[in-house]
């Protein structure tokens, strides 16, 4: 049984920074893609950004230069620096593991993310 457990969530002003981290328990096929999606109040989930074995990346445009994805094979994590937040940022952010192929597609529960002043 596969779990995920995101961390990092919380309360920042606008121009401030978030890390959150994601960690995997279980066994997964080392070829996994990884990766943040969000989900504003009232609108559907989004791509933030994903990352593959390979170090590959991918941004949503509206936080590309100031988001910043990367994991750790080894441990089966994937963290998200997120700086000059701003509150369009605001959400629920979920992390995903799942194959190329989509044999398997992992979600965590979800940690809050709100920026206000």
């Known amino acids: 049984q596969v779990q995920l457990v995101e961390s990092g969530g919380g309360l920042v002003q606008p121009g401030g920074s978030l890390r959150l981290s994601c960690a995997a328990s279980?066994?997964?096929?080392?070829?996994?893609?990884t990766g943040w999606y969000r989900q504003a109040p009232g609108k559907q989930r989004e791509l933030v950004a994903t990352v593959t074995r390979g170090g590959y990346t991918n941004y949503a445009d509206s936080v590309k230069g100031r988001f910043t994805i990367s994991r750790d094979n080894a441990k089966k994590m994937v963290d998200l620096q997120m700086n000059s937040l701003i509150p369009e940022d605001t959400g629920v952010y979920y992390c995903?593991?799942?194959?190329?192929?989509?044999?398997?597609?992992?979600w965590g529960r979800g940690t809050q993310v709100t920026v206000s002043s």
């Open positions: 995903n593991f799942r194959s190329p192929t989509m044999s398997f597609n992992y």
């Open positions: 279980g066994s997964i096929a080392s070829n996994y893609v």
